[in-house]
């Protein structure tokens, strides 16, 4: 990123000439009192003397685009037009996103560990990710096994940004990092950053959080090289703080009472969330819904950003399948033969095809029961039931609850132990030695015990 935004107030932009060129040399505080970065995260090398000089790109209204090709200052500095009889100063208002020459365009997955998300709505490195979930179905649960996951398994870091969030939330998250291990408070362990801004805070700070948290991921991206895992909790009340400053700096609202900059504040955000040929940032925010409305200006804005929904189901949480992701109403744009591959494309929508069926038999089994059905209907059942207890996967994170020791599951295996079940190959083993376990393996070696067990 080789630019920032200045930003003066309208005084001094009405103080220009109509001869005033667009291109003369901007001059800032002295280079020893900044950065010199080519990204807005990256680490500050030893500063050299003397000022550092950029120049304008583009003036727009009351925003003044400005190109550094050494050090990038910091925001809220200010910056000195030269060569002007009259003194023109801007500030530093944001850094700018990374320039397309910087992104990489490569589709690849970002392995989680996690059965149900890998096989059936994985998470493209450097994507967007809504997380839909009530209370008490497991979404903080997932979210620590995700940071833990991606820490063990890429060594990357992940930053959790609390927008909005219940200060009794972020306490009670913290703590639980700590009891899970997520947080080590004794050595240099840790593979987390936690920003919040509570409820309590001003709108303008709990505007900004969510930008801070970003601020934070981009730097162990474009410094440490890190495939980085940004959480948002919430990012509707990144909106909401949004339409709470427009109001108080007197803008008028635009549809249902939002600002009228909605989409650029969103997409200002959403833009910074992107691979480069550094390392990747990959956001999973939490989305409410309000009303349940799907249609309200906020959630509509974000689901454009959007490149997979993990959404998790009461129902199943109730079934005692942890985690409770429904694996029907879960989608993923990558989810195509040309970026995972034909064998895993063709063993997903082998196993959705399957407990689809299942779910539509469902009506039929509670009204005449399992000997109605025809014998092809009966393996549809045993398999779906199967294949819904094997997406069940015990989690690291959660040991001291469940008792079980958690799995990380590679890619290769859990396409594998699907594509078996499919084929047929486990039909003889009973429904109880697919719930939580991690390959497939452990199904068998499970089954051999409880034979054991009743003999």
Do not use: W
Not at 188 to 208: D, I, W
Not at 331 to 342: A, E, F, L, Y
């Amino acid at each position: 990123m080789l630019g920032a935004v200045g930003r003066c107030c309208t005084g001094a932009l009405q103080a220009l000439k109509p001869g005033f060129s667009p291109l003369k040399v901007i001059k800032g505080a002295p280079a020893a009192l900044y950065s010199h970065r080519n990204y807005a995260a990256q680490a500050a090398p030893s500063a050299k003397p003397g000022p550092a000089r950029g120049h304008i790109v583009a003036v727009i209204g009351a925003v003044v685009d400005v190109k550094f090709d050494e050090g990038l200052p910091p925001i809220l500095n200010a910056l000195e037009v030269s060569g002007r009889d009259t003194r023109l100063v801007l500030e530093v208002a944001q850094h700018l996103a990374p320039e397309f020459v910087e992104m990489s365009v490569e589709q690849e997955i970002l392995v989680t560990g996690i059965k149900v998300v890998d096989l059936l709505a994985p998470y493209a490195k450097g994507g967007k990710i809504g997380l839909f979930g009530g209370a008490g179905v497991g979404k903080t649960v997932l979210i620590m096994e995700l940071i833990n996951n991606v820490a063990k398994a890429h060594g990357g870091y992940s930053v959790f940004a609390g927008v909005g969030e219940r200060t009794r939330e972020g306490n009670d998250l913290y703590h639980e990092m700590i009891e899970s291990g997520v947080i080590n408070l004794k050595d240099t362990t840790s593979k987390v950053a936690l920003v919040y801004g509570q409820m309590n805070e001003p709108p303008g700070a709990r505007a900004r959080v969510a930008l801070t948290g970003l601020t934070v991921a981009e730097y162990f991206r474009d410094q440490e090289g890190q495939d980085v895992l940004l959480f948002i909790d919430n990012i509707f009340r990144f909106t909401q703080a949004g339409s709470e400053v427009s109001a108080l700096l007197g803008r008028i609202p635009s549809a249902v009472g939002y600002q009228p900059t909605l989409a650029t504040d969103m997409g200002t955000m959403q833009e910074r969330i992107t691979t480069t040929k550094k390392g990747s940032i990959t956001s999973v925010q939490a989305i409410y819904v309000p009303a349940d409305d799907l249609t309200d200006p906020a959630p509509a804005t974000t689901f454009a950003h959007l490149d997979a929904t993990t959404v998790l189901s009461r129902a199943i949480a109730e079934l005692g399948i942890y985690p409770a992701v429904d694996p029907l109403d879960s989608t993923s744009r990558i989810m195509d033969p040309n970026i995972v591959g034909n064998e895993h494309y063709d063993v997903a929508r082998g196993v959705q095809k399957i407990l689809q069926d299942y779910k539509s038999l469902q009506d039929i089994i509670a009204i005449l029961g399992m000997d109605e059905l025809s014998e092809e209907d009966k393996l549809i059942v045993s398999r779906a039931r199967k294949i819904q207890r094997f997406l069940s996967q015990p989690f690291q994170v959660a040991e001291v609850f469940t008792g079980h020791a958690g799995k990380l599951v590679p890619l290769k295996e859990t396409i594998s132990g699907f594509k078996s079940i499919l084929a047929g190959e486990h039909d003889s083993l009973p429904e109880q030695a697919f719930y939580m376990v991690g390959p497939i393996e452990e199904v068998v070696q499970k089954a051999e015990r409880l034979a054991e067990e009743h003999s």
